[in-house]
């Protein structure tokens, strides 16, 4: 049944015009480290060449795809995959087959997102998958409500990072909050460079970590540096003098528990603007015309809803992002979105905009339960 659903979904995406790139098993982890975060290195089987340089197992193919684009110079290119992948989980086998597109350089966002989803979806309708719904968010829209919000440019980057976690969201908001922050402690520090890190000074708190490193026979390299210790203390010292007002936590707060059908999105997100007094702009309209643009390309018969606290746990991930479930169906058989940021993370010198969609053969072949 698995091997009919991949040939299915391949002659799919051959008809579209992709190309296949070679991706082999082994793979060098760095490039999925750098990119997915430490969280990934639990989940990933490692081992290393004979000079000691880490390899692993193939843990999915969007990472490998975009390099093999950047490897080939080409400006655009419509690729697909489908094989093993391995990486270990909550539930099910740590190898199992995944297929997928990624569309990358070049063309209109507006359009390849809403294009994208109705490749996903006709990749499940090739394979005899029925009973589909939609599940869309997204980090244009999450990251207009922290600039409408004005917050610190630390807690932005904190809550930006943490959208698509809600655990991670919730303990944040929690710190944040006028009663829930905690102060960072400078205790051990002389007066001077307290009071520097809470103006936001850089260059007493850079000279004081220089000494400090120096004092203790830190070496200047192999580890974290004093510009990146000083930054972070920085951070730290931002994020603890940081208050949410009452006003501010109720609007985020608000936001996140936005979930509804797309039909019904326009008279919510209007609601929740005026109700709060904030304007999220062209992100709200930009959100508003894909799916619009989905709905024409998809037609009635699919349900399509929009979780605001829906997103990717990847920092690469930068616009629309969706899930596909099959009926009643607890975990998504496909997922996906938009990534413009992976290229540059992977060392691209231009621009790359990307956005993709990846199938789990196993759950689809299970009708997702």
């Known amino acids: 049944m698995a091997g009919q659903a991949l040939t ?62 950047l490897a080939s110079g080409a400006a655009a290119g419509r690729y ?26 070049g063309g209109d966002a507006l359009t390849g997102d809403v294009e994208i989803m109705e490749h996903a ?15 869309v968010g997204d980090h244009t829209l999450f990251e207009a409500m922290l600039d409408a919000l004005a917050l610190p440019p630390a807690w932005r980057q904190r809550l930006g990072r943490a959208f698509g976690d809600d655990e991670r969201i919730a303990a944040d908001l929690q710190l944040i909050s006028a009663n829930g922050a905690q102060r960072s402690s400078t205790a051990d520090m002389p007066d001077e460079i307290a009071q520097a890190l809470q103006a936001g000074e850089r260059e007493p708190v850079l000279a004081w970590v220089g000494e400090r490193m120096a004092d203790a026979g830190l070496p200047v390299s192999g580890g974290r540096t004093a510009d990146e210790i000083c930054d972070r ?33 326009p008279a919510a997100l209007e609601q929740f603007q005026d109700r709060h007094k904030l304007d999220l702009g062209e992100a709200a309209s930009g959100l508003l015309a894909r799916l619009d643009g989905l709905r024409g390309r998809i037609g009635e018969g699919i349900a399509v ?9 990847l920092d690469y991930y ?7 479930f099959l009926g009643d169906a607890g975990q998504p058989v496909c997922g996906g979105g938009r990534y413009d940021r992976l290229a540059g993370l992977l060392g691209a010198k231009r621009p790359e905009p990307a956005v993709g969609f990846s199938i789990w053969l196993d759950r689809l072949e299970g009708g997702g339960r």
């Open 8 to 69: 299915a979904i391949r002659d799919h995406f051959a008809a579209l015009g992709c190309a296949f790139p070679d991706i082999g098993l082994l793979q060098p982890a760095d490039p999925f480290l750098d990119t997915a975060g430490e969280d990934i290195r639990r989940r990933i089987f490692i081992t290393a060449d004979r000079d000691g340089n880490p390899l692993c197992l193939r843990p999915e193919f969007t990472i490998p795809v975009c390099l093999a684009h």
């Open 80 to 105: 697909a995959y489908g094989g093993s992948v391995f990486r270990q989980r909550r539930e099910g086998p740590a190898e199992f087959t995944q297929a997928g597109m990624e569309v990358i350089g």
């Open 121 to 135: 979806v006709g990749a499940l309708a090739a394979a005899g998958a029925k009973n589909l719904s939609i599940v």
């Open 233 to 265: 203390a920085l951070q730290q010292a931002e994020l603890a003098a940081s208050r949410l007002s009452g006003e501010q936590l109720a609007a985020l707060s608000a936001f996140l528990a936005i979930e509804t059908g797309a039909d019904e999105l």
């Open 305 to 313: 809803r929009f979780n605001a606290s829906f997103g990717r746990r």
């Open 318 to 324: 930068t616009g629309l992002v969706f899930e596909m």
